[in-house]
Nanobody, 117 residues
Framework: VQLVESGGGLVRTGGSLRLACAASGITGKFNDMAWYRQAPGNWRELVARIIIESGDTKYADSVKGRFTISLDKAKNMLYLQMDSLKPEDKAIYHC???????????WGQGTQVAVSS
């Protein structure tokens, strides 16, 4: 399994970015996929998660109403639409997938998001 993120960059406060994660390998064994982020000096935190079978989503309180997670099953692509970006959203964003039976976590290498004030 390989997860490759793209779409990061530098944006002004209030701007938007769309992150993408391309999944390859045996993706049919995933239970859910998610976006995490890690800012310098901070722990890695969950941003948003989507359950593959049901489409149910969960968001961190800090991004509710601003970020939208979505999944294109046919293309094995995970997306994160980020609107109304704030300086505190600056971090490395990682794509994550959890295996259905073992709950093993797969990770991408991350994409950098920077927000200027």
């Amino acid at each position: 399994v390989q997860l490759v993120e793209s779409g990061g960059g530098l944006v002004r406060t209030g701007g938007s970015l769309r992150l993408a994660c391309a999944a390859s390998g045996i993706t049919g064994k995933f239970n859910d996929m998610a976006w995490y982020r890690q800012a310098p000096g901070n722990w890695r935190e969950l941003v948003a998660r989507i359950i593959i079978e049901s489409g149910d989503t969960k968001y961190a309180d800090s991004v509710k109403g601003r970020f939208t997670i979505s999944l294109d099953k046919a293309k094995n692509m995970l997306y994160l639409q980020m609107d109304s970006l704030k300086p505190e959203d600056k971090a490395i964003y990682h794509c994550n997938a959890r295996e259905r039976r073992t709950w093993y976590n797969f990770w991408g290498q991350g994409t950098q998001v920077a927000v200027s004030s």
